[in-house]
């Protein structure tokens, strides 16, 4: 799926069009290539260290650890948490999204928080994948690629948090830090993902 039309609203949005939205500079409603590239520019270095100190301890188990990332990214992932994104609900048999370009919309949207199942599961798979290979770090005795590999997804993930997690649209991912007064803005020009969130639980909102 090519990244969505600027010009255009997104397609839970009610707005006639995307003039003058008072949260254009709050939430990326849009994403754009240079997104894309932000992301694996952040991303890529910290799979790369840990891939590296995975072979050294053999191909099968870096084939066994692509094997989870590519299940929990490419699957799991978005079941549990994309397809609550309002991005999701965009015409495609993919996404188009920065994070997970290209992964297959298997489920249908569903608008609202993520269950608290769906939380764990969500939590507990990035455990697994960037946990993975610190076992293979220790075993190896690569005590210095540990430490890069500690440093790299450090920054990843404050990068994230602060220009990525800050702005974006899916405010059912657990990392998402969208102000509660542009998210009430947001769901009243999309009022289909407004009302879903209000009408949920309170544990789970």
């Not at 990244?3 to 006639?16: M, Y």
């Not at 048999?93 to 920065?98: I, K, Q, V």
């Amino acid at each position: 799926m090519a990244f969505l039309d600027p010009s255009r609203p997104i397609a839970t949005c009610e707005a006639p069009s995307c003039d003058g939205c008072p949260v254009a500079d709050s939430v990326h409603c849009h994403f754009r290539p240079v997104e894309l590239g932000h992301f694996l520019l952040i991303c890529v270095p910290g799979f790369l260290v840990g891939g590296a100190g995975v072979l050294a301890v053999g191909l099968g188990p870096l084939l066994v650890w692509l094997g989870l990332i590519v299940a929990f990214f490419g699957f799991v992932e978005i079941r549990v948490m994309c397809s609550h994104c309002p991005h999701y609900a965009e015409e495609g048999a993919t996404l188009g999204c920065w994070a997970n370009h290209g992964s297959p919309k298997l489920w249908r949207y569903r608008p609202g928080p993520m269950s608290t199942a769906e939380t764990v599961v969500f939590i507990g798979g990035l455990v697994v994948v960037w946990g993975y290979p610190l076992g293979f770090f220790v075993a190896g005795g690569l005590w210095s690629l540990l430490g890069l590999y500690v440093l790299v997804n450090a920054g990843f993930f404050a990068t994230l948090k602060m220009f990525l997690c800050s702005q974006c649209m899916n405010f059912a991912c657990p990392l998402n830090s969208v102000p509660q007064h542009v998210r009430s803005v947001f769901w009243e020009r999309n009022p289909r993902v407004g009302t879903a969130w209000k009408s949920a639980p309170p544990r789970n909102r």
